[in-house]
């Protein structure tokens, strides 16, 4: 038995970075694309894209990775999630085609520019809206029978679900801005510098609305988070991301290149902490763990020696491609 369990969390840390993984750097090309009618035609846009234009599609690797890990090692939290939230996968996919296209044609296609500026920023805002919702639809908790799905087709919509939708918007979009004050130079950067500026502001709002909110879900998610002495671990993520937002606004009133962007993602990494605080050891809430979703521990132990394999792999690649492409981007390219 604990050999299994030993598996099991090991594969729910894998699917847990993946995840994370996916949000950091998928977040802000999307953050950018959200954000891309605030930017002048020309010269803003120009910056913008090519900063993104290297390793956007890569960033989606982790998405990839995050699902497949997900059905092969969870496979009874994959039968119930999906159906559950079929509406909001199927949204986020053709969001994620949409920019996907429309990147790539905004190039080759310069007469209908416009037309595939607003295909990048629809398809970046849908994709992102149909992934913060489907956070609220699975914290909220879905309603399993016999280890299957069996509410509506319309239960992943409430008023929490829709502010975690808005509030991962709004959170994208500050990556976007914070990724663009690194990456830019001149007119472009003091642009992205004050879009960060309010977009923290909104962050730190949504941020504190959505903690408010999600101890209330359950009576589990509450004692999680309040219950001595756990409380006195638990009280530290509220702290530091009071820091981190601290911090943030002061790395953007000096000035700071780098800063404010990696800053946001400590940030992002304290709510993805809390998120974890409230919902483990379930992965489907209230009514599934994560040891009653894993497979069998030889299906897992034979997906972990590829995994061993593929992901250093993968963070091998992906440090190479950020290290090939650092440093500022202008209208025609890295210098």
């Known amino acids: 038995m604990s050999y299994d369990l030993n598996l099991t969390f090991i594969w729910a840390m894998i699917i847990a970075f993946a ?3 996916y949000v950091v750097m998928d977040g802000f090309d999307l953050g950018i694309g959200i ?4 930017f002048a035609v020309g010269d803003e846009r120009d910056q913008a894209m090519n900063s993104i234009a290297p390793v956007w599609d890569g960033n989606e690797t982790w998405l990839v990775m995050g699902g497949g890990g997900l059905l092969a090692a969870f496979p009874l939290a994959y039968a119930i999630i999906l159906p559950a939230t079929y509406p909001l996968v199927i949204a986020m996919l053709l969001g994620l ?3 996907g296209v429309a990147f790539e044609f905004r190039w080759r296609d310069p007469r209908h520019r416009p037309i595939w500026d607003a295909a990048f920023t629809i398809g970046s805002f849908i994709a992102t809206l149909a992934q913060g919702i489907m956070l609220g639809a699975i914290l909220q908790g879905i309603k399993v029978v016999d280890n299957a799905y069996a509410g509506g087709w319309s239960d992943w919509l409430s008023p929490f679900s829709v502010l975690t939708g ?9 990556l976007g801005a914070s990724w663009l004050v690194a990456k830019t130079e001149g007119n472009a950067q003091a642009h992205a510098r004050r879009m960060a500026f309010r977009l923290g502001i909104a962050t730190l709002l949504v941020l504190i609305a959505v903690s408010v909110a999600t101890p209330f879900l359950h009576q589990d998610y509450w004692q999680r988070w309040f219950k001595m002495p756990g409380v006195l671990l638990t009280a530290q993520v509220p702290l530091l991301s009071a820091i981190g937002f601290g911090l943030f606004f002061w790395a953007l009133k000096t000035h700071r290149d780098r800063a404010p962007f990696f800053l946001v993602l400590g940030i992002f990494l304290l709510a993805y902490i809390g998120l974890g605080i409230s919902m483990f050891p379930e992965i489907v809430p209230p009514s599934i763990t994560i040891a009653q979703a894993a497979a069998p521990a030889q299906s897992q132990l034979f997906m972990l020696v590829g995994a061993v394999i593929i992901i250093p792999v993968i963070l091998g690649y992906t ?3 950020y290290w090939v492409f650092r440093g500022k981007v202008g209208t025609h390219g890295y210098h």
Do not use: D
Not at 166 to 174: D, E, K, M, T
């Open 97 to 99: 085609i949409f920019r």
């Open 319 to 321: 440090g190479w491609a």
């Open 166 to 174: 808005i509030s991962l918007v709004i959170g994208y979009a500050l």
């Open 35 to 38: 954000l891309f009618p605030g």
């Open 19 to 21: 995840v994370f993984a």
